[in-house]
Nanobody, 130 residues
Framework: QVQLVESGGGLVQPGGSLRLSCAASGFTRDYDDIGWFRQAPGKESEGVACISLRDDFAYYADSVKGRFTISRDNAKTTVYLQMNSLKPEDTAVYYC???????????????????????WGQGTLVTVSS
């Protein structure tokens, strides 16, 4: 079973930047995609960005396109989320997640909340406020 650990959250002013990291350990070769998700107080979880560990697939929610960039390291054990031009509405707990079932992460990233994912990190809080 793979384990995921997020880091990099914090307090930032509007317009600022943060980089989140998601470190994966365990049997990562059994997992194809990793996604970043967020949940704001009183709101449902939403997909932010997802990336493949095997090919060039990447997906971004409309709300973050042009501001956030998802990437992975060469060893494919860490996935990053570079967040620029942050807005107060980006305030949320950010989680990375994965699942060994094919296409499940991609579907959940695109908004299919009924698709449960088997592995989640503990989350990291991002607060955008002046």
């Amino acid at each position: 079973q793979v384990q995921l650990v997020e880091s990099g959250g914090g307090l930032v002013q509007p317009g600022g930047s943060l980089r989140l990291s998601c470190a994966a350990s365990g049997f990562t070769r059994d997992y194809d995609d990793i996604g970043w998700f967020r949940q704001a107080p009183g709101k449902e979880s939403e997909g932010v960005a997802c990336i493949s560990l095997r090919d060039d697939f990447a997906y971004y929610a409309d709300s973050v396109k042009g501001r956030f960039t998802i990437s992975r390291d060469n060893a494919k054990t860490t996935v990053y989320l570079q967040m620029n031009s942050l807005k107060p509405e980006d305030t949320a707990v950010y989680y990375c997640a994965t699942d060994r079932r094919p296409h499940r992460v991609r579907g959940r990233c695109r908004g299919a909340r009924a698709l449960d994912l088997s592995v989640w990190g503990q989350g990291t809080l991002v607060t955008v406020s002046s």
